[in-house]
């Protein structure tokens, strides 16, 4: 039996860059854990701190690998300077199967400690369907509003799951 491949050795042996910038190739055979892990590994690296988003769609695929295969709700934010360019992605709250307490006090003061200007908040939902509850549209409004009154935009909030992302944003719910 073969012993497993540390992540570093994943990365250097099996993932080669494509032809296309942000294309790639995995020259032989890799397992669905594997494949997650290096889809990981990418968006970790376009999640990095000092790189400007790309496009919303980029960013919430981003978002979905990373917190796809929580079996508990996380709450977590990106944290952007004045040029929307990344200072930060943490995971601030871990929750239950189905809910995670939020702490307005707490988004704010991480924000302002990591001088943000504006953040993306994003959520999981274990059970895969991404449409946000109502208590998620409340508590967007009052993060919405406690962060404006900091001046810190909030630009977005993305609920992640199984099935795909719902953007606030892209609903006019922002």
């Given at each position: 039996?073969?012993?497993?491949?540390?992540?570093?050795?994943?990365?250097?042996?099996?993932?080669?860059?494509?032809?296309?910038?942000?294309?790639?190739?995995?020259?032989?055979?890799?397992?669905?854990?594997?494949?997650?892990?290096?889809?990981?590994?990418?968006?970790?690296?376009?999640?990095?701190?000092?790189?400007?988003?790309?496009?919303?769609?980029?960013?919430?695929?981003?978002?979905?690998?990373?917190?796809?295969?929580?079996?508990?709700?996380?709450?977590?934010?990106?944290?952007?300077?004045?040029?929307?360019?990344?200072?930060?992605?943490?995971?601030?709250?871990?929750?239950?199967?189905?809910?995670?307490?939020?702490?307005?006090?707490?988004?704010?003061?991480?924000?302002?400690?990591?001088?943000?200007?504006?953040?993306?908040?994003?959520?999981?939902?274990?059970?895969?369907?991404?449409?946000?509850?109502?208590?998620?549209r409340r508590i967007t409004q009052r993060l919405q509003q406690a962060l404006g009154l900091v001046d810190i935009r909030v630009l977005d909030h993305?609920?992640?799951?199984?099935?795909?992302?719902?953007?606030?944003?892209?609903?006019?719910?922002?």
């Amino acid at each position: 039996m073969n012993a497993p491949l540390n992540p570093a050795t994943l990365a250097d042996a099996q993932l080669i860059a494509g032809e296309t910038p942000g294309t790639y190739r995995v020259n032989g055979d890799v397992t669905d854990a594997q494949l997650l892990h290096l889809a990981k590994m990418i968006a970790h690296k376009r999640l990095r701190k000092g790189n400007k988003l790309g496009s919303p769609d980029e960013v919430h695929r981003c978002l979905q690998t990373l917190l796809l295969d929580y079996p508990y709700e996380v709450f977590g934010t990106l944290l952007l300077d004045t040029q929307h360019r990344l200072i930060a992605f943490d995971e601030l709250f871990r929750g239950t199967i189905d809910s995670a307490s939020v702490y307005p006090r707490e988004v704010i003061k991480h924000a302002i400690e990591h001088n943000a200007a504006a953040v993306i908040l994003v959520h999981n939902h274990p059970s895969g369907d991404p449409e946000p509850s109502d208590a998620d549209r409340r508590i967007t409004q009052r993060l919405q509003q406690a962060l404006g009154l900091v001046d810190i935009r909030v630009l977005d909030h993305v609920v992640v799951g199984h099935e795909g992302y719902t953007s606030f944003a892209e609903r006019g719910w922002l």
